[in-house]
C-alpha cells in the first residue's frame, strides 16, 4: 500500500507540473491538469501540446479592419490638431508616420504581429526554463529529505 501513495503523489504532482508548463495552450492549465490526472501524464501532455496557443489566438481575433479605423480616428485627429494650429513639431512627425503606417497598414500588421508572436514565444520559453528550475530544485530538496528521513531510520549501534 505504501508503494501506491507515493505512485498517486508522483501521478498527481507530475500533472500539476504538466499543467503549469502547458498553461498557455488552448486546454489551459485546468485542462490540462484534469486531461493528465484522468489519462496520464504522458497522454494529457501530447494533447495540450499539439493544442494552439492561447495569445497567437487572441492576438489574431482582433481584427485588421478595427485597428484600421482605430488609426483613421487617431490621424483625424492630428488633422483636426493641425487645423486648429495646435500642433507641436512632434505631433507633425506623429501624423506623417501614422499617414504612412495607414497607408502601408496590410504589410505593417503582419510585421507587427509576426514580432509580436516571437515576443510570446520569448516570453513563455523563458518562464518554462525558470519554473523547470524551480521544480528541480523543490525536486531535489524532496529527495534530500527522503534519504535524510531514511537514513534515520536506520538504527546505528
Known sequence: MEGLGGILFGWVFLSFVCGLVL?????????????????????????SATSGNKEIRQTTKQTKTNKKQELLKEIENLKKEED??????????????LIDRYKNYDEWHSLQQKNKI?????????????????????????????????LSSLNVE
Open 84 to 97: 486648429i494650429g495646435l500642433i507641436s513639431e512632434e505631433g507633425r512627425v506623429k501624423l506623417d508616420e
Open 23 to 47: 498553461e498557455g495552450k488552448n486546454t489551459g492549465f485546468w485542462g490540462t491538469f484534469f486531461l493528465c490526472l484522468i489519462l496520464s501524464p504522458l497522454l494529457g501532455v501530447i494533447i
Open 118 to 150: 516571437v515576443e510570446l514565444e520569448k516570453q513563455k520559453k523563458q518562464g518554462r526554463i525558470n519554473l523547470f528550475k524551480v521544480i528541480f530544485v523543490i525536486m531535489v530538496l524532496i529527495l534530500i529529505f527522503y534519504f535524510l528521513t531514511d
